[in-house]
């Protein structure tokens, strides 16, 4: 052992092999790690363990940056190794200099080394500027292979041998043919990762390709002078495909319901679990089954993309994605770009009528997509936000309440907590309560209530008058209130300190009992403070502002935007219930006494941002103190014509009670 080797004598190592490339199994790893194990034991390292990447390219340092940040955390708690080992440095990295640099420096602080045991530079004069520019050889021989493959595709595709590509669909066989157009075998697959190679003419099984588990390998591969067609396969998953695009195309179902309606069914999807909505999307929204395929869809290439005129160009990305992102998504090309690709033998594989439906319906479909002036759908992280009653309306059947959703059509509804489980044969829970009109009926009675002067002269002013003679009564001493809020307060802030878990869950009864006392006395003292304030103003004058603050408020109700008029709403509409049966929805209107109080003296603004503190709110309800006095009582009766499209469902409300 010379000089040089002897600083690596006993460290521990951790062995690093990678393949890009593993559908032809994992040779390549095994042989590289075999051969990295030899050259530790002559330098005198000590092998700890070792890391497979199998199917890994190093073209993308984010996927190098997560083997990385996993050995790091390794040393931190286990501490038992001190290199890090890869036999050359194209294959630790293909990402550049500036990555490969990078990687040493980053592993030498964390108290790691680098090691490549086929390379003669670790201890030469400027072995770090040779580095460099074997990184960036690397990097350069990865930028060569796309150029290539995509000049090699597009070649094929010019010759007619490159047609159907992508995985093979639900209920379909690949047909392989030759350079003479004659067919040749079948390529079936047959489920758990195996394939059938199957004569056109004898359709005897001639071989078998594929291995069983998570991830197949040794698959057929096409060669040069053969391209495939897509025909019909497995009778029972044509059955099953048949049933999707009649749902979808000539009842109208959508994913989620038809993957619900297959499950049920006990209907195994194609790798043999339950469906998924996305799962069935993807095969009525692919246009083979109407026999038709498109190349040339998407790009997704790191260094260049076809092109019809030049064949290919090169791609303008970013320097900052080439090293965040592992892989890109997919990007639609425009129509004109799409390479149709007729497949005669699916031609009858669906019913005419369900054929040019689909044919119809998945042009319109594609149509919106490549638009770049439709508008993008936003995605909300909390759907429960755009609706004013989710976890307010309650069910009279069992209590629940109801939640927000969106239908696959964009329509909300309110649904019962139950159908999430899955809909039941003529159960009332999977009826669903359209959102829009319930939300308009409600806005409407509020707008006309807030109008209903006579009715509403008559409350305020016995309201006024109870108030200001309940506070001239019996109140007690403000030092005595303050002084049974301040307890409470300790009490409550010491029992959620001490009690946690089960024991919290039990004294939850008790912190309510107490949470509730504390707000009532928060209000009895805010009510003291304001009468210390004093009122002049008349029962009548107060009652007459009052209503003209109303009916302005009425009118601006139908104008809200969506967040202030959910306030609105929950503010006097303490409670409603839906009957799921008849769907007839029965609300209460709180009387808005919020508007009899006076209006504050304009001051200047300090320079400490003060709030104004409204009465508090009582545990039962979120509306307040304000507004609990229940004024007058409506029922909503909902009208829907059946299969009508012209006709919006509706409600039709009325009062029945006061």
């Known amino acids: 052992m010379n000089s040089a080797d002897k600083k690596w004598n006993g460290l521990g190592a951790i062995v690093v ?13 095994e042989a590289q790690a075999d051969h990295i194990i030899k050259k530790l034991a002559a330098v005198g390292m000590r092998f700890v363990d070792k890391e497979m990447l199998d199917g890994v390219s190093a073209v993308a340092p984010a996927r190098i940056k997560q083997l990385l940040r996993k050995l790091f955390e390794r040393k931190q708690k286990l501490n038992d190794f001190d290199v890090i080992v890869w036999q050359v440095e194209d294959r630790a990295t293909r990402g550049g200099g500036k990555f490969g640099m990078w990687l040493e420096h980053e592993a030498e602080c964390h108290g790691l080394k680098v090691y490549f045991t086929d390379s003669e530079m670790d201890d030469q004069p400027y072995a770090p500027v040779v580095r460099v520019a074997k990184y960036e050889a690397a990097k350069e021989q990865s930028v060569g292979n796309g150029r290539r493959t995509t000049q090699g595709q597009d070649l094929a595709k010019k010759k007619g041998f490159f047609r159907t590509a992508g995985q093979t669909p639900m209920g379909c066989n690949r047909l392989y043919c030759g350079a003479d157009d004659q067919p040749k075998f079948i390529i079936h697959n047959v489920g ?3 394939q059938e190679q199957i004569d056109f003419k004898t359709k005897v099984v001639i071989g078998t390709f594929g291995s069983v588990g ?28 048949r049933v999707i695009f009649y749902l979808r195309y000539k009842r109208g179902w959508r994913g989620c319901k038809i993957a619900d309606y297959l499950n049920r069914l006990k209907v195994a999807a194609p790798r043999g679990s339950d469906w998924s909505p996305r799962q069935v999307e993807s095969i009525y929204e692919n246009e083979s089954y109407t026999g038709v395929s498109y190349n040339n869809q998407t790009y997704s290439g790191r260094f260049f993309r076809r092109d019809k005129e030049m064949g290919f160009v090169a791609l303008d990305r970013d320097a900052c994605e080439l090293a965040m992102k592992k892989t890109f998504t997919p990007k639609l090309r425009p129509i004109d770009d799409w390479d149709r690709i007729d497949q005669p033998h699916m031609y009858g594989f669906l019913p005419r009528d369900v054929r040019d439906l689909a044919i119809y319906a998945q042009a319109a479909m594609w149509a919106l997509r490549t638009d770049p002036t439709r508008e993008r759908r936003k995605f909300n992280s909390h759907p429960a936000s ?37 809909r039941r044969k003529r159960s009332i829970y999977n009826k669903l309560i359209a959102a829009k009109p319930l939300h ?6 509020l707008a006309d209530s807030l109008l209903d002067q006579a009715d509403l002269r008559d409350r305020l002013t016995a309201f006024v008058i109870e108030q200001r003679l309940s506070a001239q009564q019996d109140a007690p001493g403000v030092a005595e209130l303050e002084a049974e809020r301040d307890e409470l307060k300790q009490q409550i802030t010491s029992t959620i300190r001490a009690l946690k878990g089960a024991a919290l869950a039990d004294a939850q009864e008790e912190l309510e009992r107490m949470g509730t006392r504390r707000n009532e006395i928060e209000a009895r ?3 003291i403070r304001n009468l210390q304030q004093k009122d002049l103003r008349t029962v009548e004058q107060v009652v007459d502002e009052a209503l003209v603050v109303l009916a302005e408020e009425s ?68 509306t307040g103190g304000w507004t609990r006095v229940i004024w007058t009582r409506f029922l909503c009766d909902y009208h829907w014509t059946r299969g009508s499209h012209t006709a919006e469902p509706c409600y039709v409300c009325r009062r029945i009670a006061a």
């Open 192 to 194: 758990n990762g195996l």
């Open 440 to 445: 308009e009926a409600s806005v409407r009675l």
């Open 386 to 422: 755009d609706f004013m009653f989710s976890r307010k309306l309650v069910a009279k059947q069992d209590g629940e309440t109801l939640i927000g959703t969106i239908s696959g059509d964009d329509i909300p509804y309110y649904r019962h907590p139950r159908a999430r489980k899955g």
């Open 17 to 29: 092999a990678r393949q890009s490339n593993d559908k032809d199994g994992t040779t390549s790893t």
């Open 555 to 622: 009118g601006r109700l139908l104008a809200l935007s969506a967040e202030p008029l959910r306030d609105a709403v929950n503010r006097l509409i303490p409670s409603l219930s839906v009957d799921m049966y008849t769907k007839e929805v029965e609300l209460t209107i709180a009387l808005p006494v919020w508007a009899t109080a006076a209006k504050p003296k304009l001051r200047n603004r300090s320079k400490k941002a003060e709030k104004e503190v409204c009465l508090a709110t009582s545990s039962q309800s979120p």
């Open 525 to 527: 003292l805010a009510q």
């Open 214 to 241: 998570k991830k197949s390998r040794n698959r057929f591969i096409k060669q040069r002078n053969e391209y495939s067609l897509l025909m019909p396969g497995d009778r029972r998953q044509q059955r099953v495909v």
